[in-house]
C-alpha cells in the first residue's frame, strides 16, 4: 500500500496544505522521503514539486482548476497510473491511503488554517470553536449565520451553542445585512462548477438546482 499526501487545494482561494507546506517546505521533504510518501501538488507550483522530486519522492503534477476532486483516494491514485482523476462513489475504496497535506504535516487535532471571508492569508483556530469566536474571528460583529465549508458545507446560526468542528479550509461569517436567498443562490452557482462530470446527479442536478433558484428569487418562480 502506497501512502499518498494530497496537497491540492478543495478551493483555489483556500490553499491551506499549501500554507502549510511552504510554511517548512525542506522538513516536508525529508518527512515523505523518510515515509516513502508521494505526493500530488499543483502543476503551478514547479518549485515545490521540483523540491520532492529532487529527494526521489513521487510527484504527481495535478490540475489545479479543480483540485476538490483530488482528496478521493481513487482519483488520487489514478493519477500515478497516468489516468484521468475520476473519482469512485465512495473515499475510502482505493488500495493507497490518501492523507490531506495539513493533516499530515500538523497531525490530527492540531489548530486549523482557515480562510474567512475570503481573506487571502489564513487564521490559525482551534479545530473545536465556537460559532461565537468564528464571527469574532471574521471581524463581524451582527453575525446572522456561519457557512463552514463552501459549496457543500453546514450552515449554522450564529446564535448556536457549543463548539463546531472545523473540518474545511473556508468559513463564511454571513451578517445582518445578508440576505439568505442571495447567498443560497450563489452557493448554488458556484456548486454548479464543483461537479466531476461522474454522475448525471451532480453534472446535471446542480444545474438545474441553480436554475430554478435564480427563477425564484427573481420572481419567477412556480409553485411546481
Not at 489514478?78 to 482505493?94: C, D, M, N, Q, Y
Not at 451582527?142 to 472545523?166: E, H, I, W
Not at 461522474?198 to 427573481?218: K, N, P, R
Amino acid at each position: 500500500m502506497a501512502l499518498t499526501i494530497n496537497f491540492m487545494p478543495a478551493y483555489a482561494e483556500a490553499p491551506a496544505a499549501l500554507a502549510a507546506l511552504k510554511a517548512d517546505v525542506d522538513a516536508a521533504v525529508r518527512k515523505a522521503a523518510a515515509e516513502g510518501a508521494r505526493v500530488v501538488l499543483p502543476a503551478n507550483e514547479p518549485e515545490l514539486c521540483a523540491a520532492f522530486e529532487a529527494a526521489g519522492v513521487a510527484v504527481a503534477r495535478a490540475d489545479a482548476s479543480f483540485g476538490y476532486v483530488y482528496g478521493n483516494d481513487t482519483a488520487a491514485a489514478r493519477l500515478f497510473a497516468g489516468e484521468k482523476p475520476i473519482p469512485s462513489a465512495v473515499t475510502g475504496s482505493a488500495a493507497d491511503e490518501l492523507v490531506g497535506g495539513e493533516v499530515w504535516l500538523r497531525g490530527e487535532g492540531a489548530p486549523k488554517l482557515v480562510y474567512v471571508n475570503g481573506a487571502t492569508e489564513p487564521v490559525e483556530l482551534p479545530a473545536k470553536v465556537s460559532v461565537a469566536e468564528l464571527a469574532r474571528a471574521a471581524g463581524v460583529e451582527d453575525a446572522k449565520a456561519v457557512y463552514l465549508g463552501f459549496p457543500q458545507g453546514d450552515m449554522v446560526a450564529a446564535s448556536t451553542a457549543g463548539d463546531v468542528l472545523l473540518a474545511s479550509d473556508v468559513v463564511r461569517v454571513l451578517g445582518a445585512d445578508c440576505c439568505m436567498a442571495d447567498e443560497l443562490l450563489r452557493i448554488c452557482r458556484e456548486y454548479r462548477h464543483e461537479t466531476c462530470g461522474h454522475c448525471v446527479f451532480g453534472h446535471e442536478g446542480s444545474y438545474q438546482m441553480a436554475t430554478i433558484l435564480e427563477d425564484v428569487c427573481h420572481k419567477r418562480g412556480k409553485s411546481g
